[in-house]
């Protein structure tokens, strides 16, 4: 495994949990390097299905160490609850997790912060957000007035730096006539999440070079996908942090030298939830009955997912940006009863064809999808368990997008389970 990176290569969703809770059998540290409780990671072991906010896959392994990174905004309300719904579970936690002294926290504030921006924002210019308050998080962490967890590990400075923030953010509720924050109500939750959670806060910047020194197996395990990241993503339809490989550096204090792998998580498909463009969309019954077979659902909103075709012109561009050495393809099985299948391989925009991906959001909403048509396979592959055993559509499909996204398959995944994941 050595030190892996994995990211979403699309618009996240992409079933990165799964592929997480695989790779991560023989993985010593697994590290959660940006974006906070908008992330929705689903683990199926056996008969059990789990969702992951904040605390990294690898928590299912009993060996893994287990870090939210400095790159995190942490909710304490929402680490805390996840922690405890967990172990009601069965889940052994103890000390194998670790929360980065340097995480910036969310509180009731930066929920409603966002949800004020969403609902001001015009029809068209609505982002879509979780709600989870993450963009405001960010935007206090960058407007160097946000609070870190390390200040956790002391109740009066927490106390006295939640009601300073509460009070400037209640100045701006006031004015915009609507709720304003219960500080007391509010401290007394943090303060119980923040007494519980103490025990996990830890400079993790030491952990990680620490088991990188020790040559230690390290998988990042990045939530969203490349067209979220806020600097290459679909701006401003974007979350708030860098979900690119790169970001694996900024939001864990590991250099870059150390990195040897990255292994872009991809579907057969394209999915998208939240607002923004998405030039392969399927708005018809195509779409519909991809999101009913694929249960495109968002993990957690429960949000309907837009379905689309298979977009080679973003994924080859997002396997740049990442540097992928290996993709690891997801849900091939959902398109096992398609006659036939589509790739879209170049945009026709305002008349003229290109097959890059553009920089100008405008652009990207304008652009017609050119596709190539290949048949299906109407067989089902959940069971195959090689690259052989794939009907040979299948594997035809499978090359084709893998040379126009201009990177090898290393891992092909056909269905929920564990087991339903082979190796190439
Ligand atoms: P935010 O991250 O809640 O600010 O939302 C910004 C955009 O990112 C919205 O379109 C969300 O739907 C999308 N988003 C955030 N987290 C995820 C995720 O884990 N999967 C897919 N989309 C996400």
């Given amino acids: 495994m050595a030190i892996t990176v994995l990211v979403g290569v699309q618009w996240g969703d992409e079933g990165k949990g799964k592929i997480i809770d695989v790779l991560t059998e023989k993985v010593d540290v697994v590290v959660r390097f940006q974006g906070g409780n908008n992330a929705g990671h689903t683990v199926e072991i056996g008969k059990e299905k789990f969702v992951l906010h904040l605390v990294p896959s690898g928590i299912f392994r009993r ?145 990680i070079n620490e088991a990188a020194s020790e040559k230690k197996d390290i998988l990042f395990e990045g939530a969203q996908g490349m067209w979220l990241d806020v600097d290459y993503g679909t701006y401003p339809f974007v979350t708030s942090s860098n979900t690119t490989t790169s970001g694996a550096c900024t939001g864990s204090g590991l250099s870059p030298k150390y990195i040897e792998n990255v292994v872009g ?22 779409g519909e009955l991809i999101r009913k077979t694929g249960r495109e659902f968002g993990a957690t909103t429960g949000r309907p997912r837009r379905c689309g075709w298979f977009d080679a012109i973003s994924s080859r561009y997002s396997c740049m940006v990442n540097g992928v050495d290996r993709l690891a393809v997801t849900k091939l099985d959902v398109l096992d009863m398609l006659p036939e299948i589509k790739i879209c391989t170049a945009y026709r925009i305002n008349g003229k064809k290109t097959t890059v991906m553009p920089s100008d959001t405008e652009d990207i909403t304008a652009a017609v999808p050119v596709y190539e048509t290949m048949p299906g396979w109407q067989q089902t592959t959940s069971n195959a368990r090689s690259f052989k055993q794939l009907p040979k559509n299948a594997q035809k499909y499978l090359k084709r997008i893998s040379e126009l996204a201009g990177s090898k398959i290393g891992i092909i995944s056909v269905g929920p389970n564990r087991d339903q994941t082979f190796y190439i």
């Fill in 265 to 286: 998580v991809i579907k057969a498909y394209t999915t998208r939830v939240g607002e923004g463009p998405f030039p392969t969309e399927l708005k018809d019954e195509m």
């Fill in 63 to 207: 060996k893994a160490t287990c870090i939210i990174g400095n790159g995190v905004v942490v909710d304490p309300l929402a680490l805390e609850e996840e922690i405890i719904s967990l172990e009601k579970r069965g889940v052994k936690i103890g000390k194998r997790l670790q929360v980065s002294t340097r995480s910036h926290l969310i509180f009731a504030y930066h929920r409603m912060m966002d949800a004020m921006h969403e609902g001001s924002r015009s029809e068209g210019k609505k982002i879509g957000t979780t709600k989870r308050g993450i963009g405001p998080a960010y935007a206090d962490k960058m407007s160097r007035i946000g609070i870190r967890a390390l200040e956790m590990l002391d109740l009066k400075r927490l106390e006295k730096s939640f009601r300073e923030h509460a009070e400037y953010y209640n100045k701006i509720f006031k004015a915009a006539k609507i709720e304003q924050v219960d500080t007391d109500a509010e401290w007394k939750k943090v303060s119980k999440a923040a007494r519980f959670l103490g025990k996990y806060v830890t400079d993790t910047v030491l952990t």
